[in-house]
């Protein structure tokens, strides 16, 4: 048999050749591979990464802002609360006495009012001066506006005796607000309460220098203010807060001028490291101002009442708006904003709280004098 062995070398040659060919195309294919799987793994990596960092709490922000809103007595008389009666279903409603300053009030984050006429519970019948006791609606609607820090401590807190501050702090346990100077035991009383908006955390107090010759017998039921008292409450909540804030039902009725208690008392709170005291009981304004690095408002006169019956002076009440600015430096203020406010009736009725930009010379004859006087008297 006869071998072509030159033809077949060549043919070796050839076989040689494309299996090298096709080794290179392999190991091509398979450098290719090997790039596209890295890229992939290092993406899935990044993205592992991202989804890690992404799950990482931000940093607390070194300064933190909560603006506060204060008006001051919610004075429910009997002809405001027959004002908001409706005999159709037997309630009582008071939204149109607040349509002009509710659009003010949503606008912080903290609103502040003090409940003057004490919520005690139909069953003790309700009634005006001297001896108050208001409906449900009253608190159903200051809830409604969004105020949620209600001072419980003042003089007619007692007016209806332990059942109805029993029934009023009940009530109030119900809404989603933050309440003080009144209580249901001892226990209750001296329980620290460290309320958190905005990342800063408050403490909220509330105490009143008269009960109107009531004998308090249960020392929790209302937070009668004493020196040693309000050092120990202090004294208590210093540490766990950043911001402390006191309600004062103080001074005398109808002056426009803090008396030398009021004085006195402010001082000392401001010694003991509160940042905002926030006065009422006068029935008028009062003027606003510093001690030290502690905001002082005296008086902020009536948010609602009848009382416009005694005088312009009784009249007119004031809403005061501010930031509270804590950063490493400790606590300061900014934005200070001062209006008056007019309880408004019409011969006992058509009541309503109207802000002196949105009054006029039908509604309040005078207006803009009226409302040079008083503001001189708020800047002191």
Not at 14 to 22: E, I, R, S, T
Not at 57 to 72: D, M, R, Y
Not at 113 to 131: D, H, T, V
Request: hydrophobic letters at 35%; charged letters at 20%.
């Amino acid at each position: 048999m006869f071998y072509n062995i030159v033809g077949d070398n060549k043919v070796k040659r050839k076989l040689k050749k494309g299996v090298y060919a096709g080794l290179l195309i392999i190991l091509i294919l398979i450098i290719i591979v090997v790039i596209i799987f890295k890229n992939q793994n290092e993406k899935n990596v990044d993205k592992s990464k991202s989804e890690v960092n992404s799950t990482v709490e931000p940093e607390e922000p070194k300064t933190k802002k909560l603006s506060l809103f204060a008006v001051g007595d919610v004075l429910i008389h009997e002809s405001v609360y027959k004002d908001a009666y409706d005999s159709s279903n037997d309630t009582y409603n008071f939204h149109k006495m607040f349509t002009e300053v509710e659009p003010i009030i949503k606008k912080y984050d903290l609103k502040f009012c003090n409940q003057e006429s004490i919520i005690g519970g139909s069953a003790l019948g309700i009634s005006g001066y001297p001896s108050f006791n208001s409906p449900d609606e009253i608190g159903d609607e200051i809830v409604n506006l969004g105020f949620n820090l209600i001072s419980l401590a003042n003089n007619h807190a007692l007016d209806k005796g332990e059942d109805a501050i029993l029934y009023s702090n009940s009530y109030w346990s119900t809404k989603d607000v933050n309440t003080a100077g009144s209580y249901t035991s001892m226990e209750d009383r001296n329980r620290v309460r460290v309320y958190e908006k905005n990342g800063i955390k408050y403490a909220f107090l509330a105490y009143t220098t008269s009960l109107n010759g009531n004998a308090l017998k249960k020392d929790y039921l209302v937070n009668m203010y004493s020196a040693e008292k309000a050092k120990n409450d202090i004294e208590a909540i210093k540490s766990q807060v950043d911001v402390i804030i006191v309600s004062m039902h103080w001074g005398e009725e109808y002056s426009n001028t803090p008396n030398s208690s009021q004085k006195q008392i402010a001082e000392y709170l401001s010694s003991l490291g509160v940042n905002l005291i926030i006065g009422h009981h006068p029935h008028v304004v009062q003027p606003v101002e510093y001690i030290n690095n502690t905001l002082v408002i005296y008086s902020l006169g009536n948010f609602i009442s009848n009382q416009l019956t005694l005088g312009i002076n009784q009249g007119i009440g004031l809403i005061v708006g501010v930031d509270i600015i804590v950063d490493e430096d400790g606590v300061k203020f900014d934005n200070l904003y001062k209006e008056l406010i007019l309880s408004y009736s019409n011969n006992s009725t058509n009541f309503k709280v109207i802000p002196f930009p949105k009054l006029n010379n039908n509604l309040l004859n005078d207006y803009e004098a009226i409302e040079k006087k008083y503001m001189a008297i708020v800047n002191g």
